[in-house]
């Protein structure tokens, strides 16, 4: 399992567009460290006149808002946000929906039929209206809009986990497991588990990508992230601009948006070509 993933990230690398697109989200991580460091610049800080338009001065690349404030800063601040949300959400989602579609697709049965009907219960109502209640619930903040994020996103992950487990509980190699003595744990984690990682490990960047989209328009709603350290809020506040003819918040917010979903887009993607044994 090892070498093939050795052999999978070679792969991965040598590609032009994969490889640029991990450097990007590396630059990002980076800028999430350095923001859960505090080596960020403050955000809050006067570093010009009021919306003075984008100068090749670091504090003013992206111009400054009605404050006086960094562009470029809030920026940086809100890819922190992004990063955090999206690693965190993923951490959750990854392992929950992972052990539930191990457990619908070895035991069947009862424990399929309320799997699926839990899953079933959570797709039935749209994404956007749960994640809203549940985050409206708990209030705002990171840790609530990670939580109300996971609650939808372990879905995917459960069915596409699942679906896999039922083609390889019975092959030759689970079957000779069994003979052998081995228990339904050993079987679930040690032997079917490698086989059927590839897909979590996939899906793992559409459920981060999915975070981000979410965190940015439930921020954007007014029921996110509220100390200006979010993408959602420098839309928002941008959108207003613009009918002063003020675009440079949006276009930098926009970008830095952009880079990221399209990175994780092309690296998902080449992560499927490389890891899933049926492509190629």
Avoid at 118 to 123: A, K, Q, T
Avoid at 172 to 178: K, P
Wanted: aromatic letters at 10%; a neutral charge.
């Amino acid at each position: 399992m090892a070498g093939a993933a050795t052999d999978a990230w070679l792969s991965l690398w040598r590609r032009p567009a994969p490889r640029v697109c991990l450097c990007l989200l590396g630059i990002y991580a980076l800028i999430a460290l350095a923001g859960w460091a505090h080596a960020l610049p403050d955000i809050d800080a006067s570093v010009g006149g009021s919306q003075d338009a984008p100068s090749w001065h670091w504090a003013t690349l992206l111009g400054t808002d009605v404050l006086g404030r960094s562009v470029f800063y809030r920026v940086l601040a809100g890819a922190q946000t992004a990063v955090t949300i999206g690693f965190v959400t993923t951490v959750l989602v990854i392992p929950f929906g992972t052990a539930l579609g191990l457990a619908a697709g070895y035991f069947g049965g009862r424990v399929d039929a309320f799997i699926t009907w839990l899953y079933s219960v959570v797709v039935s109502i749209p994404d956007i209206l749960l994640i809203t209640a549940i985050s409206y619930t708990l209030g705002k903040g990171i840790a609530s809009m990670c939580f109300a994020i996971a609650a939808t996103s372990w879905v995917g992950v459960m069915r596409l986990v699942r679906g896999e487990v039922l083609k390889h509980k019975g092959r030759e190699y689970v079957l000779a497991a069994r003979s052998l003595g081995a228990g339904s744990g050993r079987i679930m984690f040690v032997e079917i588990l490698p086989n059927v990682l590839h897909v979590a490990i996939v899906v793992s960047s559409l459920v981060l990508l999915g975070a981000v989209k979410f965190e940015v328009i439930l921020t954007y709603l007014g029921l996110g992230i509220q100390d200006g350290a979010s993408w959602g809020l420098l839309i928002a506040g941008a959108s207003q601009d613009l009918t002063n003819g003020i675009w440079w918040p949006l276009a930098g917010t926009v970008a830095a948006m952009f880079v990221m979903i399209y990175s994780l887009g092309v690296v998902g993607d080449a992560l499927r070509d490389a890891l899933d044994p049926k492509v190629g």
